[in-house]
């Protein structure tokens, strides 16, 4: 089934990124030029997705500001022949049809993914967390990973939650899946079906090094199983606990995506993503090359 609709939770309160984030959501700092926030809107786009729902929080008004029209200062580049700048001032609010709701208290994820239940209402969809940046591999035909996780959920027919592999040494940051190998040739063993979910295991405990990252497509019954989830140790609403109810009924797959995250949730995993976007790009390649040039060289001077 085409999935229409994605839901991005964008309420949190960032204190990985303090204290920028005292006034600057997280979602809005910049990868270069853009928001990480457009980047998985461009993700979700990419994978077909039309209509994208924000989670924000009262006090992050200034997400809500980044959609709108800028009246005026298109005016002012259309009137001084600016095209480039305006297609760059208009790009983010003709990506998608973009809506938002209010999570009044951070009362975790599981709780801001519920606040999107009327908008999404009864077809599956997908969630996205904003701060996990995904580049895409390398090949002009390699899809982004909502794209390939789509094709996967049409492939084997369930909910799709992204994995990637991680060292051992830093299983007990992450959620874990545990589950079966599924044989499709056609995913050259990437597809795991979920039997379990761990959330931060010590190592010894982990049933595997596979770890969650934040792409979800998941199908409508996660909102009641969600509104019948009680809040964790922290008064929040955890996700993960909405998914081990989930899996009691339906089926959900793990996949290894083909591509590169990055956290983008703190300052020095968003200076790499910074850096790995700006090496990619035509017009910042050879400057992004000539800064690395540069610190090696006064690196290698005083060492
Ligand atoms: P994170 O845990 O990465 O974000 O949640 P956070 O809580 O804002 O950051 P830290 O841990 O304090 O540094 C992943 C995504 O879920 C959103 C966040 O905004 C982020 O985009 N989120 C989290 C909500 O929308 N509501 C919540 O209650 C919690």
Redesign the pocket.
């Known amino acids: 089934m085409k999935i229409r609709k994605a839901v991005?939770?964008?309420?949190?309160?960032?204190?990985?990124?303090?204290p920028v984030?005292m006034s600057v959501?997280?979602?809005l700092l910049p990868i270069i030029d853009r928001p990480q926030l457009q980047y998985v809107i461009a993700e979700a786009v990419e994978a077909g997705v039309e209509e994208v729902i924000i989670?924000?929080?009262p006090e992050k008004e200034s997400i809500t500001d980044y959609f709108r029209p800028h009246l005026e200062l298109e005016q002012r580049l259309a009137d001084n022949g600016e095209q480039a700048l305006l297609d760059r001032v208009t790009e983010a609010g003709n990506m998608a049809r973009v809506s938002f709701v209010v999570?009044h208290?951070?009362?975790?994820?599981g709780?801001?993914v519920l606040m999107a239940k009327d908008a999404v209402g009864d077809e599956p969809f997908v969630v996205i967390?904003?701060?996990?940046i995904i580049s895409q591999a390398p090949g002009a035909h390699t899809p982004g990973a909502i794209a390939q996780m789509v094709q996967v959920s049409e492939r084997v027919g369930g909910g799709v939650i992204a994995v990637e592999e991680s060292p051992w040494e830093v299983i007990h940051n992450y959620g874990v899946v545990a589950g079966t190998p599924v044989s499709d040739p056609a995913s050259h063993g990437r597809i795991v079906k979920i039997e379990g979910l761990v959330e931060k295991p010590a190592r010894e405990q982990a049933p595997s090094n596979l770890t969650i990252v934040?792409r979800y497509i998941l199908p409508p019954e996660i909102f009641g199983l969600l509104e019948r989830t009680e809040p964790g140790a922290k008064g929040?609403i955890q996700l993960t606990d909405g998914l081990l109810a989930l899996i009691q009924d339906h089926d959900l797959f793990a996949y290894r995506f083909d591509g590169k995250r990055f956290d983008g949730?703190?300052p020095m995993g968003l200076l790499r993503a910074s850096l790995a976007f700006a090496l990619d790009r035509d017009d910042t390649r050879e400057d992004a090359l000539a800064i690395l040039r540069e610190f090696q060289d006064s690196t290698s001077e005083t060492a």
């Not at 991005?8 to 303090?18: K, N, Q, S, W, Y």
């Not at 967390?129 to 996990?132: A, E, G, H, S, V």
């Open positions: 991005i939770p964008a309420a949190g309160l960032g204190t990985r990124f303090l984030t959501p997280k979602e989670v924000t929080s999570q208290e951070a009362l975790g994820l709780h801001a967390l904003p701060d996990d934040g929040e949730g703190t």
